[in-house]
């Protein structure tokens, strides 16, 4: 059993590496790496409770471009529907290398289906945020974006599930002639170390949509969970 998980997981990282290496030989805007820290807790029957801490280096994972603090609450309606609401507090680099602050708040809906040994999930996302406040004449002005995600997750065993995922992003309160932005096509593995500890290894490429000089970035990510 175990020499299935360590082939598995070799193949994966096989993968991702052929991807990353035929992507470095093309022609690339940033590369980028992810890492978080996260701790769930149930605070009483179908409510959790989340904080997480994330670090996102760019400019070919030579710069820290973004960091986060992030804490939300989640409700499970059913074994088909969560809602969760959160609050992030980022920081966000310049280009004179200063560090502009960002308030978001989101809420979250997750529609999620299992037909053995397959899950499909749809999360649809509203989310405000808040740049410079008091700092620029534009700042306090609400950003208003609208996130819906489709995930397609294969469940191999207890410990691997590999997954695949699309996220549009849709601007909602300024002028704009498409209805989306951005574009974010993943390709991950879950790996369940034991019963409270979890990692997420994925490769994304994440790009803006409807603009002449569109913006791709490369990224590989890392996350932890504990659950408890």
């Known amino acids: ?16 590496c052929l991807i990353s290496g035929t992507v470095l030989r093309a ?31 760019d400019e070919d994972v030579t710069e820290l471009g973004t960091y986060f603090t992030e804490a939300g ?12 609401a959160n609050y992030r507090f980022l ?12 308030h978001r708040f989101y809420l979250d809906v997750k529609f999620q289906k299992k037909i053995k040994p397959f899950q499909f999930q749809f999360r649809t996302r509203f989310q405000d945020q ?40 849709s601007p909602l309160n300024y002028p704009r002639e498409y209805a989306f932005d951005d574009i974010r096509n993943s390709v991950g593995m879950e790996y369940s170390l034991s019963k409270h500890h979890n990692l997420d290894f994925f490769y994304m490429i994440q790009k803006q949509l409807n603009t002449s000089n569109p913006l791709t970035d490369y990224i590989i990510g890392v996350g932890y969970l504990y659950q408890w």
């Open 1 to 16: 059993m175990y020499q299935f998980h360590w082939r598995t997981l070799f193949s994966f990282v096989l993968v991702i």
């Open 27 to 57: 022609q690339v805007n940033d590369a980028g790496l992810w890492t978080s820290i996260s701790v769930e807790t149930k605070v009483v029957k179908k409510v959790t409770a989340v904080f997480s801490q994330e670090f996102r280096l």
């Open 73 to 84: 609450i989640g409700y499970k309606i059913n074994k088909y529907i969560q809602v969760s």
């Open 91 to 102: 920081q966000k680099r310049q280009i004179d290398d200063s560090y502009s602050t960002r």
């Open 130 to 169: 808040y740049a410079d406040i008091g700092r620029t004449p534009d700042g306090g002005i609400a950003e208003y974006y609208s996130r819906n995600k489709f995930s397609f997750k294969w469940d191999l065993d207890k410990r691997f599930t590999p997954y695949l995922s699309v996220e549009l992003f």
